[in-house]
């Protein structure tokens, strides 16, 4: 790791990861048991004990500022008494209600690590850290794999994809070669955090379908990434998948490891099916790939880049006349 990079992750990572524990805690789980306690049939399962409530009053107030406290061992063992309470546990599993983070178990499992007052950022850390994209945030890196060396350069340009973003990259993107679309399969069960009426993938799906018409990307490589398959696979044995109005045709056929990729190929046939009904005839010798992808696997993400490494060069290729 550079230094430069090192004295960065050094400053700005703490602070996420601070704001990120005192945010789940406080607005998620900890006000998220109150409200369940007060309207759920079962209260009981809901109710702190007397310890964890004072805890939770103590760490709801930190959560109201917003100037966050550092992260001491002290304050780390509160929130793991907290985060350890049965009530809280049990309103954790109504996560996807509540806009749980998918890394809260990660730093919770980590907080007297990342409380030590030499700590300093894994690369875990920053994949696990969830930062929402705003505006247009460009990155360049050199093609992966035996074209290394090549001296060339990718341009990535990373675009957020909630609703207000949206208008502020559309009209950029005249001449590029190719879209990363990233679908995470994972939330077929949750709710916008913009608009907590409209299910995520079915804001994904309608997504996809408006930026696949784009006049813009009419002759575009497509790639699209069926994003968090390591815990779609862990959810779908215990979500049924047609919970979301988008698979409300689907029917399990097995269990296990084989219901998983029963379950992973009907999205993906969803995809595919939507893609070649809102690609029109001027449009369908453009490239279209799918790529199972699981953000936190650093070797799975390289592999994928590479493909997409080898898959635009054939595409250049046949552009050229040289294929």
């Known amino acids: 790791m550079s230094q430069n990079l090192r004295v960065?992750?050094?400053?700005f990572m703490p602070m996420s990861i601070r704001l990120l524990k005192y945010?789940?805690?406080?607005?998620?789980?900890?006000?998220?048991?109150?409200?369940?306690a007060q309207n759920d049939v079962d209260i009981s399962k809901y109710v702190l004990s007397a310890e964890t409530k004072v805890i939770g009053e103590k760490l709801s107030e930190i959560?109201?500022?917003?100037?966050?406290?550092?992260?001491?061992?002290?304050?780390?063992?509160?929130?793991e008494t907290l985060w350890t309470d049965p009530a809280i546990q049990e309103t954790c599993l109504r996560g996807n209600e509540l806009q749980v983070p998918d890394c809260a178990n990660y730093f919770m499992e980590n907080l007297q690590r990342l409380s030590d007052s030499n700590y300093?950022?894994?690369k875990d850390d920053v994949?696990?850290?969830r930062v929402r994209t705003?505006?247009?945030?460009?990155?360049?890196?050199?093609?992966?794999?035996?074209?290394?060396?090549?001296?060339?350069?990718?341009?990535?340009?990373?675009?957020?994809?909630q609703r207000n973003e949206r208008r502020k990259w559309i009209h950029l993107f005249e001449g590029v070669t190719a879209v990363i679309f990233c679908a995470a399969i994972n939330e077929y069960?949750?709710?916008?955090?913009?608009?907590?009426?409209?299910?995520?993938?079915m804001e994904t799906r309608e997504l996809f379908d408006w930026v696949l018409k784009q006049p813009c990307f009419e002759k575009t490589s497509f790639m699209l990434f069926l994003n968090k398959f390591d815990i779609f696979e862990k959810k779908v044995m215990n979500v049924p998948l047609n919970v979301c109005e988008w698979f409300k045709d689907y029917q399990p056929a097995s269990s296990g490891k084989q219901e998983v990729e029963h379950a992973y190929e009907f999205v993906k046939k969803k995809f595919e099916?939507?893609?070649?009904?809102?690609?029109?005839?001027?449009?369908?010798?453009?490239v279209f790939k799918i790529y199972r992808t699981t953000a936190l696997d650093q070797k799975l993400v390289k592999k994928t880049f590479k493909l997409v490494d080898e898959t635009l060069r054939r595409r250049n290729l046949f552009e050229a006349g040289l294929l």
Request: glycine letters at 10%.
């Open 8 to 11: 960065m992750l050094q400053s």
């Open 23 to 36: 945010a789940i805690m406080k607005r998620i789980l900890y006000d998220g048991s109150k409200e369940f």
């Open 63 to 79: 959560g109201g500022r917003l100037d966050y406290p550092r992260l001491t061992k002290e304050l780390a063992q509160e929130i």
């Open 120 to 122: 300093v950022p894994t």
């Open 127 to 129: 994949l696990n850290a």
């Open 134 to 161: 705003t505006g247009v945030v460009e990155i360049q890196f050199s093609p992966v794999g035996e074209n290394k060396k090549s001296g060339e350069v990718y341009r990535l340009f990373d675009v957020g994809g």
């Open 189 to 201: 069960d949750q709710m916008l955090f913009e608009d907590e009426n409209k299910n995520r993938m």
């Open 273 to 286: 099916e939507l893609y070649y009904q809102s690609t029109g005839p001027d449009r369908v010798d453009r």
